[in-house]
């Protein structure tokens, strides 16, 4: 097959969920198909990845789309209802390129990254168009809604999350709309009623974040992820606030570690003797390796989260909030824990902590889980059989 991928951002390095994904995808897909993207950058320096996905892309076309594009493309469209998410993304360079490489190329598939690339497609659709969401954004801003304490956030919020919901329904449209986790599926099916919905879980490289028999750090925690980015902000605050101090009452040398590029102020402020703030780690599955137990404080967001799926694969147990939790299909206590409150969490945590044998049959757990379900080989497989299928 032929397939077209269309990005909202440039799928290198593969460090965050959105560029992960499609790299990774890529990566397996183009040992037997033959790949393209059209994709955003907003930065000259990103133009010098060009030549890591022509290993796996046969052509790559990026356009540019700079942040002040963004805002005024925000600006003009603020009194619309295309939700800001989507106005960020749009370029009419952008979908001139796209409609020309639709002109002198005839594609057995498209898979569309994310709703703010929804925009691009307008019915009727091309054959095999696919959206790929991967989560339910208006779920993610319905908890970012309730989570918002500042009168404007929540005004703002509010605003973004009806958007939201009411521009969801041009899914229908697709001949399918993926999303990673049972509990985004269950959500967009209830609130809008749409059918042609099907899973594709995120998946993990299973080489890089092999199972780990180094020697770990027994007094470590230790949450990963992007730190500039609000869920991941707010769920260190909380475990830093809320959860940390009952752990230290038990384990006083206990030490939580957040390792993450770009840190905002608020999480730099959050180090001290036990608190360590690392910024970009360039190897996190040794990261993971040093740990004894991972943890995902979430309390926005939706979907299933990398940093649970990596960890689990190198054999470290996770304790994590509902968020994403049902996206893994497992009972609580198999290779995870799920916990909604903070004495709750801090039980788990402390469980791992104290326990080797626990620790061991968890980690064991996790890995197989994650080898049988989440590897990127399965996860393209599965993708493929989404293109391949009767329309």
Known sequence: MQLLFVAN???YPPYRGDKLKIYNLARQLSKEHRL?????YDDEDELKYEGELLKFFEKVVLVKQSKWQSYWACLVGFFSQVPFQVLYFKNSRFKKKLKKMMYKHTYDGIHVQHIRMAQYFKEPLPKNTILDLPDAFSLYWKRRV?????????????VEYHRLLNY?????????NLVCSKEDLGYLQSVHGIKNMALLPNGVDTETFAFSTA????????FTGNMDYAPNIDGAVYFTEEIFPLIQKEIKDVKFVIAGQRPVRKILELANDNIEVTGFIPKLNEMYASARVVVSPLRIGAGTQNKVLESMSMGVPVVCTQIGFEGLNVSNGEGIFMETTAQG????VLKIMRDDILRAKMGVQASDIVQRNFSWEKIAAQLEGYFSSPQ
Request: glycine share 0%.
């Open 36 to 40: 393209h993207l059209i994709a955003f």
């Open 146 to 158: 309730d989570r918002a304490k500042n009168s404007f956030v929540k005004i703002f919020n509010k």
């Open 168 to 176: 969801e329904k041009r899914m229908a449209h697709y001949k399918l």
């Open 9 to 11: 951002r440039i799928p």
């Open 215 to 222: 020697p770990h750090q027994k007094n470590r925690i230790l």
């Open 345 to 348: 969490f801090a039980d788990a």
